[in-house]
Structures are given as structure tokens and as C-alpha cells.
């Protein structure tokens, strides 16, 4: 659809925005922002967050004192939600010193030195994004991680303190200036907000985001036999009542993190609006140090996902290339209109919320099996790592670098972008990615359209937009799985239901086909499958023939909407 109200194309995969940070915004793409929420068109990036569930105190009352109060806590919220164009703006400033330090994907000539105090000095040009590096610090890298993609530059510590012919001064690991530097110039706390149907019905909207499934909610009976969802009584004891609503707070500084959440707690206390209920702690993994992101399995996360601004294309394009996959998504991927909102930028998100437990040594276990049955089938007793590497391969779809198990090696270095320009086309017998790898089922590629006689643009409008963080606690660890989109039934459950646990997709069940099996990630409901493995990486015959049973539980789900801005401002009514 084109929104022309606002003359943005929301259709279009090649983002808003300016191509490089540098540029600007068209007026009415910035109108669009200033009211969008941010973590939507592009991850936070912080390495730490809180998640504060919320009741308001109206949904046990029918009194409308309690009701206007919870309003005029959203209102007041308002102010204190982080959007999207402020990610941007901050991201601008912050770039630069991640750039300086080494890290990231402009090319920079830097001189790192402590004298006085810590002092950044550039001469820098334009690079991958064709501007100008900035002096001003702070704000929040926009999305993604830092040095992240990147090969990792500037000055490493000298042994004896010093540097001959420096004149003075000594230099720095980029590492040490880049924590010294947040640190001197620490970026907003990010805020988030959204609410549940339950939550617009408690302070008493009568005009909910149209969404089926939002309505539904993720405790009815009708998603939980969907989904394959375990009983709500089975989940963990925060979630089992309705939600009504979800703060996020994130930062790189856990302290900050804790702060502002306190303090949220507070006002929501003060204003007599309602009661945090549960919470939650996120925390990013990484792979190395300031490398890419990673889950509890050990295997990159939060690869290859649809890109909304211009710049984030146009740098996909470049550093990943665009011949046969493009890296871009539209707007109306993941944006739905707020009817709540201004009719012009009122615009939001549906976000579906999901705590999922990993069991890391049950997936080991499970990855150990699939290693023997590849030793055996080739005459070996035991497997070695090679073996183990690749049934994880097989499971994921990626290696644990993130690598593709279906692409050819490559001489590149673990700093090298990850890649994401590719399809199954050259693998339709699914003897180097099988069907039922994690990555294959949520992202067939292509698959569809040969197996199903479907088009491209139809299979790519299931994608959805992830946005979740790691968690550990209570002897547990796992994934606080969020993804944004603008349709729940047809993206997210969609996927879910159609994709990763339905044992014959993508190629089973016809012509005496066996069947695929499950996702052995996330399927649900079918792990006893017969599930069928290449015995050869690539090569065709004879396969093995190994079931997977499931290491990940859900333990707690939510549906929200992200309102715009202009929502909560007139939410006093």
C-alpha cells in the first residue's frame, strides 16, 4: 500500500531515510519518525535491558478514576519513549566514535592518545557511507552492535607504557579509549512502550489495532493449539495472567538500566496507574569481544535480518552484496497504522513476546547423536569436531560464525560481514542445507516459489523483524524472543505453524517424498519424525536418519502494539 497521506511508499525494499548518515530526512519521512517508536525499523543495539510487565489497577475496577490515571501515565510516557528518529540523531554522534576506536565500517585514520585526559583526534574521510566523521559524541549507535562486520584498527597497548616519537603521551587500546568514552559520554537510557489488548481494553479504548491475532491474544485456546503452546499453566508464574503492558528499558551500562527502570516502577507507583507484575533481564552474548551477536546454543544471532532504513540497505548491499538476495524490506513489513494515532504519522508495530528456555546440554546432546550417526555412516567409530560442527550446521543452517552451510568455504576472516546474499536454488534436494535446518524453515529463500509455484514477493512478506536479547537467571538460560510485524497471524504464526512445525514443509509428504520434520530449534509437537540427513555434505544417495527431540520450552508469551507517539500524547482523552 502507498501511504500517500504522507507521500512515503511503504511498499518499496530500498528504505527511508538518506543513504548515509550524513543525509537527511524528506520532511515527511521525519514527521514519520518523530512519531514512530524506535526497535522497530532498527534493533536498540544496547547490550543490556529490563522488561517491565505491567497491570493497571483500572482492569479490577470499573472505577474511571483508576482508568484516567492509567491514561495519564501513558501520556506522560510519551516524553519518555525513545523514537526512532532520536535513535537515528543519536546514532549519528555516536558512530563516530566507534569509528575513531576502530570499530565499525568507516574508514578512518586515527591517532588514539592520552595526555591530560582522554582526547579522540580524526582525519577521517568518507567512507563505506560517503560522509564525513562528526565530533560530537554520545547518543546510541543505531541498531547493530559495535565492530560488528569489521576489521578492528587503530593502536594497541604498548607494553612499556609508552611510544617512541610520539611527543608525548602514550597509546591506547581502542578497546580501553572506546570504554572510556562511553563512559565520558554516556547515551540516553532507551525507553520503549507498548501495550496488550488487554491492556487498551483495561483503560478503556474502544478502538484496538486491527489484528486478529492481537485481539486473540496468546493465551486463547485458539493460538495455544496453533502454535503447539504448552498449557498457560505451565508457563512461568509472571506470565500466566494477562499482561497489559511492556516497558523496555536498554542501555550498555547495567547500573543505567536499573536506574531508570526504578524509576519507572515509581512513577507508574505514584500515579496510582497500576503495578509492575514481573520483569525480566536481557543481556547480549557475543561470539568475541565486540563481535556479533550470539544465543545460548553458541550459533550468531540476529543474522540476516530485513533492513527498513536506506543507509542500513545500501551498506548490506556493499558489504554482503545484493545480486541474488536482496537485504532491504518495506514498511509495511513491520508498520501498521495506529488508530489511535496522528492520521497522518500515526503509525506502529505488533510485537509478539515469547520467553523461550533453552536446555543447552539437552541441544548438545541432541547435536552429539546427529555427529555419530555422520561418523557411522562413514565406517568411523567415534566423531571428531569436524563432525559436531557440521551436524550443527545441519541443525541451524549456519555454522556457529554465522556461515551458511550451504555455501562453499571461503578464505575470509572471522571479521568479515556474514553472509547473507544467497538462495537454496542451487540446494532444491537439500543435500548441503537441509529442508528442516532452523534457518531454512524460517527463511526459505526462494523454496516456495519452486516448491509451491508461488511468487518471491509472497514468501518474503512472512518475514518478520527480531528484536529480542539473551537472558540467564533462576538456573536458566534462554531467549526473550521479540519480533516485530504488521500482521501476527500471517508473519509470526504464520511461520511458526505453517514453516517450523510442520514436518512436511518444505518438501515432504509428496510423491513418496519422506517427511522433512520439524525445525529442530523451535518446532514444536512432531520430534519423533523420522528426519533425514545429507551423509555426505553435498554429495547425493543414501541419507541418515536421525530424530531430534526439542531443547528449547516456551515458558511465557504476550502479543503487544507498539503505539505512535501522537497515541500516548492523547491518551488523556
Same mark, same amino acid.
Given at each position: 500500500?502507498?501511504?500517500?497521506?504522507?507521500?512515503?511508499?511503504?511498499?518499496?525494499?530500498?528504505?527511508?531515510?538518506?543513504?548515509?548518515?550524513?543525509?537527511?530526512?524528506?520532511?515527511?519521512?521525519? /514527521?514519520?519518525?518523530?512519531?514512530?517508536?524506535?526497535?522497530?525499523?532498527?534493533?536498540?543495539?544496547?547490550? #543490556?535491558?529490563?522488561?517491565?510487565?505491567?497491570?493497571?489497577?483500572?482492569?479490577?475496577?470499573?472505577?474511571?478514576?483508576?482508568?484516567?490515571?492509567?491514561?495519564?501515565?501513558?501520556?506522560?510516557?510519551? +516524553?519518555?519513549?525513545?523514537?526512532?528518529?532520536?535513535?537515528?540523531?543519536?546514532?549519528?554522534?555516536?558512530?563516530?566514535?566507534?569509528?575513531?576506536?576502530?570499530?565499525?565500517?568507516?574508514?578512518?585514520?586515527?591517532?588514539?592518545?592520552?595526555?591530560?585526559?582522554?582526547?579522540?583526534?580524526?582525519?577521517?574521510?568518507?567512507?563505506?557511507?560517503?560522509?564525513?566523521?562528526?565530533?560530537?559524541?554520545?547518543?546510541?549507535?543505531?541498531?547493530?552492535?559495535?565492530?560488528?562486520?569489521?576489521? /578492528?584498527?587503530?593502536? /594497541?597497548? +604498548?607494553?612499556?607504557?609508552?611510544?617512541?616519537?610520539?611527543?608525548?603521551?602514550?597509546?591506547?587500546?581502542?578497546?580501553?579509549?572506546?570504554?572510556?568514552?562511553?563512559?565520558?559520554?554516556?547515551?540516553?537510557?532507551?525507553?520503549?512502550?507498548?501495550?496488550?489488548?488487554?491492556?487498551?481494553?483495561?483503560?478503556?479504548?474502544?478502538?484496538?489495532?486491527?489484528?486478529?491475532?492481537?485481539?486473540?491474544?496468546?493465551?486463547?485456546?485458539?493460538?495455544?493449539?496453533?502454535?503447539?503452546?504448552?498449557?498457560?499453566?505451565?508457563?512461568?508464574?509472571?506470565?500466566?495472567?494477562?499482561?497489559?503492558?511492556?516497558?523496555?528499558?536498554? +542501555?550498555?551500562?547495567?547500573?543505567?538500566?536499573?536506574?531508570?527502570?526504578?524509576?519507572?516502577?515509581?512513577?507508574?507507583?505514584?500515579?496510582?496507574?497500576? &503495578?509492575?507484575?514481573?520483569?525480566?533481564?536481557?543481556?547480549?552474548?557475543?561470539?568475541?569481544?565486540?563481535?556479533?551477536?550470539?544465543? #545460548?546454543?553458541?550459533?550468531?544471532?540476529?543474522?540476516?535480518?530485513?533492513?527498513?532504513?536506506?543507509?542500513?540497505?545500501?551498506?548490506?548491499?556493499?558489504?554482503?552484496?545484493?545480486?541474488?538476495?536482496?537485504?532491504?524490506?518495506?514498511?509495511?513489513?513491520?508498520?501498521?497504522?495506529?488508530?489511535?494515532?496522528?492520521?497522518?504519522?500515526?503509525?506502529?508495530?505488533?510485537?509478539?513476546?515469547?520467553?523461550?528456555?533453552?536446555?543447552?546440554?539437552?541441544?548438545?546432546?541432541?547435536?552429539?547423536?546427529?555427529?555419530?550417526?555422520?561418523?557411522?555412516?562413514?565406517? &568411523?567409530?567415534?566423531?571428531?569436531?569436524?563432525?559436531?560442527?557440521?551436524?550443527?550446521?545441519?541443525?541451524?543452517?549456519?555454522?556457529?560464525?554465522?556461515?551458511?552451510?550451504?555455501?562453499?568455504?571461503?578464505?575470509?576472516?572471522?571479521?568479515?560481514?556474514?553472509?547473507?546474499?544467497?538462495?537454496?536454488?542451487?540446494?532444491?534436494?537439500?543435500?548441503?542445507?537441509?529442508?528442516?535446518?532452523?534457518?531454512?524453515?524460517?527463511?526459505?529463500?526462494?523454496?516456495?516459489?519452486?516448491?509451491?509455484?508461488?511468487?518471491?514477493?509472497?514468501?518474503?512478506?512472512?518475514?518478520?523483524?527480531?528484536?529480542?536479547?539473551?537472558?540467564?537467571?533462576?538456573?536458566?538460560?534462554?531467549?526473550?524472543?521479540?519480533?516485530?510485524?504488521?500482521?501476527?497471524?500471517?508473519?509470526?504464526?504464520?511461520?511458526? +505453524?505453517?514453516?517450523?512445525?510442520?514436518?512436511?514443509?518444505?518438501?515432504?509428504?509428496?510423491?513418496?517424498?519422506?517427511?522433512?520434520?520439524?525445525?529442530?530449534?523451535?518446532?514444536?509437537?512432531?520430534?519423533?519424525?523420522?528426519?533425514?540427513?545429507?551423509?555426505? #555434505?553435498?554429495?547425493?544417495?543414501?541419507?541418515?536418519?536421525?530424530?531430534?527431540?526439542?531443547?528449547?520450552?516456551?515458558?511465557?508469551?504476550?502479543?503487544?502494539?507498539?503505539?505512535?507517539?501522537?497515541?500516548?500524547?492523547?491518551? /488523556?482523552?
Amino acid at each position: 500500500m502507498t501511504m500517500e497521506a504522507v507521500r512515503i511508499d511503504f511498499d518499496k525494499e530500498t528504505g527511508i531515510g538518506p543513504a548515509d548518515r550524513e543525509g537527511a530526512f524528506d520532511p515527511a519521512e521525519r /514527521r514519520l519518525m518523530e512519531d514512530l517508536q524506535g526497535n522497530i525499523l532498527k534493533s536498540h543495539g544496547r547490550g #543490556h535491558s529490563r522488561h517491565l510487565f505491567v497491570r493497571f489497577d483500572s482492569a479490577d475496577s470499573a472505577d474511571a478514576t483508576r482508568r484516567d490515571r492509567g491514561r495519564a501515565w501513558l501520556a506522560d510516557m510519551a +516524553d519518555r519513549v525513545t523514537t526512532a528518529m532520536k535513535q537515528w540523531d543519536d546514532s549519528r554522534r555516536r558512530a563516530a566514535l566507534f569509528a575513531a576506536a576502530g570499530f565499525g565500517p568507516l574508514g578512518v585514520s586515527v591517532g588514539l592518545r592520552f595526555a591530560d585526559g582522554p582526547r579522540l583526534t580524526l582525519d577521517a574521510q568518507a567512507g563505506l557511507f560517503g560522509g564525513s566523521v562528526g565530533a560530537g559524541l554520545g547518543g546510541a549507535l543505531f541498531g547493530g552492535t559495535a565492530g560488528s562486520g569489521s576489521d /578492528r584498527g587503530g593502536a /594497541r597497548p +604498548d607494553p612499556d607504557g609508552g611510544h617512541d616519537g610520539d611527543g608525548g603521551g602514550r597509546l591506547v587500546d581502542p578497546e580501553a579509549l572506546l570504554e572510556a568514552e562511553l563512559a565520558r559520554n554516556p547515551s540516553d537510557v532507551f525507553v520503549n512502550l507498548m501495550l496488550s489488548a488487554s491492556g487498551y481494553r483495561a483503560l478503556g479504548f474502544t478502538r484496538l489495532p486491527a489484528d486478529e491475532a492481537f485481539v486473540r491474544g496468546s493465551r486463547d485456546a485458539a493460538t495455544l493449539t496453533k502454535l503447539c503452546d504448552p498449557p498457560v499453566e505451565q508457563w512461568h508464574r509472571g506470565f500466566r495472567e494477562s499482561l497489559h503492558a511492556l516497558v523496555i528499558v536498554a +542501555d550498555d551500562d547495567p547500573e543505567r538500566v536499573q536506574r531508570t527502570a526504578e524509576e519507572i516502577r515509581a512513577d507508574l507507583l505514584a500515579a496510582r496507574a497500576g &503495578r509492575v507484575v514481573h520483569e525480566e533481564a536481557g543481556k547480549v552474548l557475543r561470539l568475541r569481544p565486540n563481535g556479533p551477536a550470539r544465543e #545460548h546454543f553458541g550459533f550468531a544471532d540476529g543474522v540476516s535480518e530485513p533492513h527498513f532504513l536506506a543507509k542500513d540497505v545500501e551498506r548490506a548491499k556493499k558489504e554482503e552484496g545484493h545480486s541474488v538476495w536482496h537485504p532491504g524490506g518495506p514498511l509495511s513489513l513491520v508498520l501498521a497504522k495506529d488508530p489511535g494515532g496522528d492520521a497522518e504519522t500515526g503509525y506502529g508495530s505488533f510485537v509478539v513476546y515469547r520467553k523461550l528456555e533453552q536446555d543447552v546440554p539437552h541441544f548438545d546432546a541432541q547435536r552429539l547423536r546427529l555427529a555419530r550417526a555422520l561418523a557411522e555412516a562413514d565406517g &568411523r567409530a567415534e566423531p571428531h569436531e569436524g563432525d559436531k560442527e557440521l551436524a550443527g550446521a545441519y541443525m541451524v543452517g549456519r555454522f556457529r560464525n554465522g556461515t551458511p552451510v550451504n555455501l562453499p568455504a571461503t578464505a575470509a576472516g572471522v571479521d568479515a560481514p556474514i553472509p547473507n546474499d544467497f538462495d537454496f536454488s542451487g540446494d532444491q534436494d537439500g543435500l548441503k542445507c537441509p529442508y528442516q535446518a532452523h534457518t531454512r524453515k524460517t527463511n526459505p529463500r526462494g523454496d516456495t516459489v519452486w516448491r509451491f509455484g508461488g511468487t518471491l514477493e509472497e514468501e518474503r512478506r512472512r518475514r518478520i523483524a527480531r528484536r529480542g536479547i539473551s537472558y540467564e537467571g533462576d538456573g536458566t538460560v534462554g531467549l526473550l524472543f521479540l519480533c516485530a510485524q504488521a500482521d501476527i497471524a500471517e508473519q509470526f504464526e504464520f511461520m511458526q +505453524d505453517r514453516w517450523c512445525n510442520d514436518v512436511d514443509f518444505v518438501a515432504g509428504g509428496v510423491d513418496g517424498k519422506p517427511s522433512t520434520g520439524q525445525d529442530p530449534v523451535v518446532g514444536v509437537g512432531s520430534a519423533q519424525t523420522p528426519t533425514h540427513w545429507p551423509r555426505k #555434505h553435498g554429495v547425493a544417495g543414501e541419507k541418515v536418519t536421525v530424530s531430534l527431540a526439542e531443547s528449547v520450552t516456551l515458558r511465557g508469551a504476550e502479543y503487544f502494539f507498539v503505539p505512535s507517539r501522537s497515541f500516548l500524547r492523547g491518551a /488523556r482523552g
